[in-house]
């Protein structure tokens, strides 16, 4: 079985920072591409940034230049540093990853998702 857990969301004002985590625990061989999403209530989840296991990178549109993704393969993290936060940011987000649990088998698993509020 493979958790992941997140951490770091919260309210903050517009133009502040804030960076999520997510740690994935649990018995597998490899974790290949890890990805940030987010969803807004009635609206589908948006993917906002991936990462390769080999630090590859990329972006939606409208966070390309404020936010940054990054892994620590040896702790099985994923990060996501959060600038310049504007109210739009607003959401649930969520961590994926693409878990190699054993040669012939790969799942795809999600944390539980950590609130982010940008308002005055």
């Known amino acids: 079985q493979v958790q992941l857990v997140e951490s770091g969301g919260g309210l903050v004002q517009p133009g502040g920072s804030l960076r999520l985590s997510c740690a994935a625990s649990g018995t597998f061989l490899s974790i290949n591409t890890m990805a940030w999403y987010r969803q807004v209530p009635g609206k589908q989840r948006e993917q906002v940034a991936t990462?390769?296991?080999?630090?590859?990178?990329n972006y939606v549109d409208s966070v390309k230049g404020r936010f940054t993704i990054s892994r620590d393969n040896a702790k099985n993290t994923v990060y996501l540093q959060m600038n310049s936060l504007k109210p739009e940011d607003t959401a649930v987000y969520y961590c994926n990853a693409d878990v190699r649990l054993r040669i012939t088998v790969r799942t795809l698993y999600w944390g539980q998702g950590t609130q982010v509020t940008v308002s005055s």
């Open positions: 990462i390769t296991s080999g630090g590859s990178t």
